[in-house]
């Protein structure tokens, strides 16, 4: 099965760029998702990629993919203190019983600082 | 509409109690999901639906019982659960699951709630 990991935490300044990274080991995964967990709520999905695309770009989010490493990284520009959450990277299959069922990554808790 | 509804928002029972979660969604989507969730831990599967029928469950106790009435309707009965079972419990939904959809649709996106937090005393 998939496998997913990020590193826990993340600390950034007030406009700075951040910086996630995760590592996944199914190369069968379809679809790369980040979500976004802010305390006490659901998960709200920033933005997926497919897999046959290197990179995707969504205001101030810019999505990474190397499928050789199998790495990928969400990158968030000028940071905010409204962006301090937990963030999952997930992925996923595209067909059969597998479809929808994501592997989440352990989440790293980004934290801004004014 | 692109929301998806859970009630109750927090929810305390004692382990002889029996309750239920509930989930709705409007978006037409025809997979819906439960996941539970630890503390500062990534979401853990427990049953998907497809179709209003039972895929996937990922070997959840039998304390947990999940219920599909309609397509746009997903609950999770609970019954004699244990403390450690305190969490809080995510629906979600997607557009389809492919394996009877045959060929791909939609981009697998799940669309989440806000959680159920249970705590059993």
């Known amino acids: 099965g998939e496998d997913v990991e990020q590193s826990l935490f993340l600390s950034v300044r007030e406009g700075d760029s951040s910086v996630i990274n995760c590592t996944y080991t199914?190369?069968?995964?379809?679809?790369l998702y980040w979500y976004k967990q802010e305390p006490g709520a659901g998960l709200q999905l920033l933005t997926y990629i497919f897999s046959n695309m290197d990179m995707k770009q969504d205001q101030r989010l810019t999505v990474l993919l190397n499928k050789k490493d199998k790495h990928l990284s969400l990158r968030i520009a000028d940071t905010q203190t409204g962006d301090s959450a937990i963030y999952f990277c997930?992925?996923?299959?595209?067909?059969?019983?597998?479809?929808?069922?994501?592997?989440f990554g352990q989440g790293t808790i980004l934290t801004v600082h004014p | 509409d692109t929301e998806v509804t859970q009630t109750p928002k927090h929810l305390v029972m004692g382990m002889t109690n029996k309750k239920s979660l509930k989930c709705e969604q409007h978006?037409?989507?025809?997979?819906m999901y439960w996941y539970k969730q630890k503390a500062k831990k990534p979401p853990e599967l427990m049953f998907v639906?497809?179709?209003?029928?039972?895929?996937i469950n990922e070997s959840v106790p039998s304390r947990f019982s999940p219920e599909c009435p309609n397509s746009s309707l997903l609950n999770l009965h609970l019954h004699a659960l244990q403390p450690e079972d305190s969490a809080l419990y995510l629906c979600?939904?997607?557009?389809?699951?492919?394996?009877?959809?045959?060929?791909?649709?939609?981009?697998?996106?799940?669309?989440f709630g806000e959680g159920s937090r249970l705590t059993v005393l």
């Open positions: 997930a992925g996923g299959a595209a067909g059969g019983t597998s479809y929808g069922k994501l592997t």
């Open positions: 199914d190369s069968s995964s379809t679809y």
């Open positions: 978006m037409g989507h025809r997979a």
């Open positions: 979600a939904s997607s557009q389809d699951t492919a394996g009877l959809a045959g060929g791909f649709l939609g981009t697998g996106e799940l669309f």
């Open positions: 639906y497809s179709y209003e029928k039972l895929s």
